[in-house]
């Protein structure tokens, strides 16, 4: 036992002092928040800019309807030849020119003639200007008093309730898939991660030729152990150095820039449902909603389980190649099943928690870390099945702990061969 | 009935041996690496492990060191079964030396002595100590690959050495050291086997075994095809070859004359007096005594002496001979 500790601290040591490590550990939340404030920046620059529109309206009705925005000014043009209002506007290197044209006294056909393509929103923004004072006009004409209209006029606003009584906001959905995606996600890297890190260790190991002085002096699988536990320390303070690192950084960059710098675009849509304080309140509700203990609890549970399984398929496969070029061979089987279950997180679990698919990939030890993860924030999954999906991930890690542990053994001593799944099969049987 | 005469031979154990192999066998897949081989290594012996390559020597002697598990023998170590608290016991090199390249060799050698189950004030004194001797004071904060191949290979040494085995496995050890540092590790193994370590050393460098070993095996595909100490093994191949020398007035007359049991051979022509140098190997019922007066009375017999085979000669002639 003083061995296993020796070798976990000698492990997390080398890992944490390693430059590449202190490096990735501090500059990696710097280019994190550098990409956000640029994006942020850029994103303000180009609202900054104010597109210059001509509008050549034949009816004259309705070019006043068009005022002057922040970032759009208007210029209205007292020309009836259209060709030359074109002209003119590209001279003066306008945006674009909107012309109404119009026939018998009515409005025709409304045209925007512009190099760019102007995006939907703008494009809507000018439909209902248009649309609006037309139709106002039609129902004038036919006698009905617009008041009348406006005061009939009833919205409805939808809300969401769950059975037991409890209000949601219309952002439940993206705060669910923020926190079960993010989860799962930041799973998944981990494991890629250190699961590599773990296997050119091996490598390094057994290139060194260390491996037989340590092996004479303790298992193979205290080493084995040690090595991954090592590393997964060294993961979890690489993790937990960003999300402070992270939290100070970014709370720097919102005073320094307002909220609207840094948020991501998947914030946006949820924050553009948002009409007023009330809904603030909605989503803070929301987030208290989910069951964050649960979730929290779990991503520990299942990222250790998670990540031992994986490290013991990394290591294996460190055993059993001479360098790392060779790896790549055995890389797709373990990558396949991350990349599954994150596909089946997005579509299937964002769908339907409960579904067919989500409920099996929830259970099966390769799968279920990530997918059951995604699953939590989105349902009232049971304990049990919560439990069950543990409980086959754990009694999985120590079977193929002792599968890869045999690999391991017979790899790490095995030079100047060529493995192929073959032979690792014949060494399973040694 | 069978067994318990077996349990009773394996209690005879002898306390003059540090080490005993007894009927191991080691297979690896449908290929037996080890076939039945015994092997006694008395105390305070230097055991010379020999064999072509692929023999099986490092299979045995990764037994030995507990790295792989025999599927059939036992070892015994000062009489006792082979367990995992006698890894603290035995000291191992290994042919392929290597160290964590990036590991300071201070920190190191600390971590590989405590892996042995030295506590930390212990290596870090028994460090002291050989880096003084080694004059390797001042390569405490190097990282391993700023050391040079020599200089790295007395790191392993020290490494090998320094929780004070009974035991000590040397693989190869004199490749990669210079030849002024191979001796120095050469008085250092001598060394300790004086303080009462017991040394097995493989090796295909057959000088050194015939400058250091007292004992020897022979392992060739997959069994011990020879073994024992030294002399008697020189003794058992000895097989009364005799060097000569003669001065004569003709050469050619005095070859015809020696009689054909003596089987001449290896004849050579030698300086301005004549001398003639050739090999004899005398019949069993030929004496010394007679042999000498068959050759004086062909010339002035200025030489005559015994062939004792080499090492190098008894390796090659029994690899041979196993076919």
Same mark, same amino acid.
């Given at each position: 036992m003083d061995k296993l500790w020796l070798i976990i601290k000698r492990e997390y040591l080398n890992k944490v002092r390693n430059k590449t490590f202190i490096i990735m550990t501090f500059v990696s939340p710097m280019i994190f928040v550098g990409v956000a404030l640029l994006v942020g920046f850029l994103t303000s620059l180009n609202n900054d800019t104010t597109r210059k529109i001509a509008i050549l309206d034949d009816t004259s009705i309705y070019a006043p309807l068009f005022e002057d925005s922040e970032r759009t000014d208007y210029i209205i043009?007292?020309?009836?030849?259209?060709?030359?209002?074109?002209?003119?506007?590209?001279?003066?290197?306008?945006?674009?020119?909107?012309?109404?044209?119009r026939q018998n006294n009515q409005l025709d056909e409304v045209t925007l003639y512009s190099d760019d393509s102007p995006s939907l929103g703008f494009i809507n923004e000018i439909e209902d200007k248009i649309s609006k004072k037309a139709t106002e006009d039609q129902l004038v004409a036919r006698g009905i008093n617009l008041e009348t209209i406006k005061d009939s006029k009833i919205t409805t606003d939808l809300?969401?309730?769950?059975?037991?009584?409890?209000?949601?906001?219309?952002?439940?959905?993206?705060?669910?898939?923020?926190?079960?995606?993010?989860?799962?996600?930041?799973?998944?890297? #981990? +494991?890629?991660?250190?699961?590599?890190? %773990?296997?050119?260790?091996?490598?390094?190991?057994?290139?060194?030729?260390?491996?037989? +002085?340590?092996?004479?002096?303790?298992?193979?699988?205290?080493?084995?152990? =040690?090595? !991954?536990?090592?590393?997964?320390?060294?993961?979890?303070?690489?993790?937990?150095?960003?999300?402070?690192?992270?939290?100070?950084? #970014?709370?720097?960059?919102?005073?320094?820039?307002?909220?609207?710098? &840094?948020?991501?675009? =998947?914030?946006?849509?949820?924050?553009?449902?948002?009409?007023?304080?009330?809904?603030?309140?909605?989503?803070?509700?929301? !987030?208290?909603?989910?069951?964050?203990?649960?979730? &929290?609890?779990?991503f520990f549970i299942y990222f250790i389980g998670g990540y031992f399984l994986y490290a013991a398929i990394y290591t294996a496969i460190g055993a059993a190649v001479d360098n790392e070029t060779d790896t790549q061979q055995f890389m797709l089987p373990v990558i396949l099943p991350l990349i599954l279950s994150i596909? %089946?997180?997005?579509?299937? %679990?964002?769908?339907?928690?409960? =579904?067919? &698919?989500?409920?099996?990939?929830?259970?099966?030890?390769?799968?279920?870390? !990530?997918?059951?993860?995604?699953? !939590?924030? #989105? =349902?009232?999954?049971?304990?049990?099945? +919560?439990?069950?999906?543990?409980?086959?991930?754990?009694v999985s890690i120590f079977g193929v702990a002792w599968f890869a542990a045999k690999i391991y053994r017979v790899g790490i001593l095995m030079y100047g061969k060529k493995t192929n799944w073959k032979e690792l099969y014949k060494w399973l049987k040694y | 009935m069978v067994r318990d005469i077996f349990k009773l031979a394996s209690f005879r154990y002898n306390m003059k041996n540090t080490l005993e192999a007894r009927h191991i066998v080691k297979r690896y897949g449908d290929f037996t690496a080890l076939n039945d081989v015994n092997i006694a290594v008395p105390k305070g012996s230097v055991y010379g492990l020999l064999g072509p390559n692929g023999a099986g020597k490092t299979s045995l002697i990764r037994i030995i060191n507990q790295i792989t598990m025999p599927d059939g023998g036992e070892i015994l170590l000062n009489g006792e079964p082979l367990e995992p608290?006698?890894?603290?016991?035995?000291?191992?090199?290994?042919?392929?030396?290597?160290?964590?390249?990036?590991?300071?060799?201070?920190?190191?050698?600390?971590?590989?002595?405590?892996?042995?189950?030295?506590?930390?004030?212990?290596?870090?004194?028994?460090?002291?100590?050989?880096?003084?001797?080694?004059?390797?004071?001042?390569w405490w904060n190097k990282k391993l690959q700023e050391l040079s191949k020599g200089m790295a290979q007395k790191v392993q040494f020290i490494v090998t050495v320094m929780h004070e085995p009974d035991l000590l496995i040397f693989d190869e050890p004199f490749s990669g050291f210079d030849p002024v540092n191979a001796n120095l590790i050469k008085d250092e193994i001598l060394q300790l086997r004086d303080q009462g370590a017991t040394i097995i050393f493989s090796t295909h460098r057959m000088e050194s075994v015939e400058e250091m070993c007292d004992h020897i095996a022979l392992i060739n595909k997959s069994n011990v095809v020879l073994s024992g100490k030294l002399n008697e093994v020189k003794q058992q191949f000895r097989n009364r070859?005799?060097?000569?020398?003669?001065?004569?007035?003709?050469?050619?007359?005095?070859?015809?004359?020696?009689?054909?049991?003596?089987?001449?051979?290896?004849?050579?022509?030698?300086?301005?007096?004549?001398?003639?140098?050739?090999?004899?190997?005398?019949?069993?019922?030929?004496?010394?005594?007679?042999?000498?007066?068959?050759?004086?009375?062909?010339?002035?017999?200025?030489?005559?002496?015994?062939?004792?085979?080499?090492?190098?000669?008894?390796?090659?002639?029994?690899?041979?001979?196993?076919?």
């Open positions: 043009i007292e020309n009836n030849n259209l060709q030359a209002a074109i002209d003119a506007s590209k001279a003066a290197d306008y945006y674009g020119l909107i012309h109404i044209s809300k969401l309730q769950s059975y037991t009584g409890v209000q949601t906001s219309k952002a439940n959905g993206w705060i669910k898939m923020a926190f079960g995606g993010g989860a799962g996600y930041l799973l998944m890297m #981990f +494991i890629i991660i250190y699961g590599n890190m %773990v296997m050119r260790s091996v490598i390094e190991e057994k290139t060194n030729r260390i491996i037989e +002085i340590i092996i004479s002096s303790v298992k193979p699988i205290y080493l084995m152990i =040690g090595k !991954i536990t090592g590393t997964s320390l060294a993961g979890i303070t690489q993790f937990v150095i960003w999300v402070i690192l992270g939290g100070i950084l #970014f709370t720097v960059a919102s005073t320094f820039l307002g909220p609207e710098a &840094v948020q991501s675009p =998947g914030n946006d849509m949820a924050m553009s449902q948002l009409e007023n304080m009330d809904k603030m309140q909605l989503i803070i509700n929301d !987030i208290m909603q989910l069951p964050l203990l649960k979730l &929290v609890i779990c596909y %089946v997180g997005f579509f299937s %679990v964002m769908d339907n928690p409960h =579904g067919t &698919v989500a409920v099996i990939f929830s259970y099966i030890p390769l799968t279920s870390p !990530i997918v059951m993860l995604m699953r !939590i924030p #989105f =349902g009232d999954i049971a304990y049990w099945e +919560i439990g069950l999906s543990m409980l086959l991930l754990y | 608290k006698h890894i603290s016991q035995i000291g191992y090199m290994p042919e392929e030396r290597g160290l964590y390249k990036s590991m300071k060799v201070g920190e190191q050698c600390i971590y590989l002595a405590m892996l042995k189950g030295l506590s930390k004030s212990e290596a870090k004194a028994k460090l002291e100590y050989w880096f003084d001797r080694l004059g390797m004071q001042g070859e005799y060097a000569v020398s003669l001065i004569t007035k003709d050469n050619a007359q005095t070859l015809q004359a020696i009689p054909d049991f003596y089987k001449a051979e290896d004849i050579e022509l030698s300086g301005l007096d004549n001398t003639l140098d050739f090999k004899i190997r005398l019949p069993e019922d030929i004496t010394i005594a007679q042999s000498l007066s068959d050759l004086t009375s062909l010339g002035e017999l200025t030489h005559f002496s015994e062939i004792i085979p080499s090492v190098n000669d008894i390796f090659i002639k029994t690899v041979k001979q196993d076919g």
